[in-house]
Each structure stands twice: as C-alpha cells, then as structure tokens.
C-alpha cells in the first residue's frame, strides 16, 4: 500500500518561497508509470492541482501558477518536491501530495496534507 | 480549462434518502475521465470512482456513477450516517485537470 506524507514549514512569510518535500513508501517512486502531483486546497474552498512530475524528472505544471512553481523529484530518497515563490496570502492553503494526477490517470493515493500559512 | 460545475452546493437530507450530485462541465471529457472524490473534515479526498463509473475497491455499492460527456452523476442510493460529507468531482482527460467546487451533503 503505497502511502505519501508531506513535510515542510508550516509558516512563510510574504514574497518568500513556499517549499514542501513527500516522502514515498511502500512502493518505489520509479516504479511502475505513475506521476506524482501536488494539489493544494484553501481553507473552506475548492481543490486545485499544482502539479505533477515523473520519476525521470519531467514535470508539468499548472498554467495559472506556472511562473512560480518548481516540481522537483530525488528518485535515491523516493520524494518529490514542491517550491512556489513569491507568496502572498492567497496561497495559504492545505498542500496534498499524490500519486497519479496526469492526463488519463485519477488521483488514486493521497498524503494527509500540511497546512502551509502565508502570514507576516 | 475545462470548467466544472457542481450542483447543488448543499444537499440536505436525512439517513435512508437517495442523493444525487451532478457534475456539468462546461466541455466534453475525454473518454469519460471523470473522477469522484468524498472529503471528510480533515481528512484528504478518498477516490471513490474512476472512468465515471468505475467504483474502488472498498466503495459500497450504494454508491453509483453514471454519465458521460459533459453530465455527470454520484448517486448514493441509501445514506448512511458516514456517507455525510463533501463530494469532489474531477475531470482528467485534458490539462490542466480541474475539480468541481463541491457538494456538501449534510445532515437535515
């Protein structure tokens, strides 16, 4: 049973960079023909996807946040990445990472999610 | 960006009842990729079905998906006290992927 956990800072300050790792186990993240997504949910809203990136690091971001964000993946420690620069408060969110989430394939697993807080 | 449109945003009802969520995207989905997810408070999104109307391993088959094009529907034949909570569709058949806002269905 493949499991995911997010880790990260639960606190960044404006302008800053947002930076978030999911760490994989019970299954190799270069396994198989999956791709491994970040989406994020603000407080009381809607569900958004970021993201996603494969295992030989090819990544495909979401147009609307496609100038901030990085999606970066260390296949030696089974993890992946996120980094989104220049935050403001509207990027306070709780961030999920997943497995699946490309054209085709549905999110089938899910970390717990963090809540990241964009806060002075 | 293919739009999705839940309806109602709240379902109130009792246990027993039958609920029916729609989900209307404002395009075609490619070949029916449209997801459902059920999202209790704190918790992630657990996926319920896949392909419409593909259920997962562990979903009661109270639990039904239907539909295709651009109407899409969950239905919950006989709720059950754990089945109050809010329901997520999405679609994967084109970039980027998007979700629904949602619909709450609550305890009347």
């Known amino acids: 049973q493949v499991q995911l956990e997010e880790s990260g800072p639960g606190l960044v300050k404006p302008s800053q960079t947002l930076s978030l790792t999911c760490t994989v186990s019970g299954g190799s993240i270069s396994s198989g023909n999956y791709y491994w997504s970040w989406i994020r949910q603000p407080p009381g809203k809607g569900l958004e996807w970021i993201g996603y990136?494969?295992?030989?690091?090819?990544?495909h971001t979401n147009p609307s946040l496609e100038s901030r964000v990085t999606i970066s993946v260390d296949t030696s420690k089974n993890q992946f990445s996120l980094k989104l620069s220049s935050v403001t408060a509207a990027d306070t969110a709780v961030y999920y990472c997943?497995?699946?989430?490309?054209?085709?394939?549905?999110?089938?697993?899910w970390g717990q999610g963090t809540l990241v807080t964009v806060s002075s | 960006e293919i739009v999705l449109t839940q309806s109602p945003g709240t379902l109130s009802l009792s246990p027993g009842e039958r609920a029916t969520l729609s989900c209307r995207a404002s395009q075609s989905v490619s070949s029916s990729f449209l997801a459902w997810y059920q999202q209790k408070p704190g918790q992630a999104p657990r996926l319920l079905f896949y392909g419409t109307s593909t259920r997962v391993t562990g979903i009661p088959d109270r639990f039904s998906g239907s539909g295709s094009g651009t109407d899409f529907t969950l239905t919950i034949s006989r709720l059950e006290p754990e089945d109050f909570a809010v329901y997520y569709c999405?679609?994967?058949?084109?970039?980027?992927?998007?979700f629904g806002l949602g619909t709450k269905v609550e305890i009347k």
């Open positions: 990136i494969y295992h030989s690091g090819s990544a």
């Open positions: 999405q679609q994967y058949g084109s970039s980027p992927q998007t």
């Open positions: 997943a497995r699946g989430g490309t054209v085709g394939d549905y999110v089938g697993y």
